[in-house]
């Protein structure tokens, strides 16, 4: 079993920056991730990083303006989002996957989901 708590989320300018917080427990993480979904649209890819590797993938929307890390001795994963745009307003998701073959940017491939941060972005 694989419990996710996620924080950080919160409302700020456009420009300005947010860290969320994802604290990981359990067995056999292989990837966390982050997904988005905003008011009437479909959940989104946002990031992800190897709980074992460190590799990462970014969706194209957030290249360069986000960073996600780890630290594994407290198993937890940080999105740093700067330079944030209103169309980031969205629930923000971090969720795990333990099976074996997958995709990252797969949201069906995540196997534990946290409950979700809001992050709303004003101009």
């Known amino acids: 079993q694989v419990q996710l708590v996620e924080s950080g989320g919160g409302l700020v300018q456009a420009g300005g920056s947010l860290r969320l917080s994802c604290a990981a427990s359990g067995r056999s993480i292989n990837v966390v991730g982050w997904l988005r979904q905003a008011p009437g649209k479909g959940r989104e890819f946002v990031a992800a990083i190897s709980w074992n590797t460190g590799n990462t993938d970014y969706a194209d929307s957030v290249k360069g303006r986000f960073t996600i890390s780890r630290d594994n001795a407290n198993n937890t994963q940080y999105l740093q989002m700067n330079n944030l745009k209103p169309e980031d307003t969205a629930v923000y998701y971090c969720?795990?996957?333990?099976?074996?073959?997958?995709?990252?940017?797969?949201?069906?491939?995540?196997?534990?989901w946290g409950h979700g941060t809001q992050v709303t972005v004003y101009s």
């Open positions: 969720a795990a996957i333990v099976r074996r073959a997958y995709t990252v940017s797969e949201g069906s491939h995540y196997n534990y």
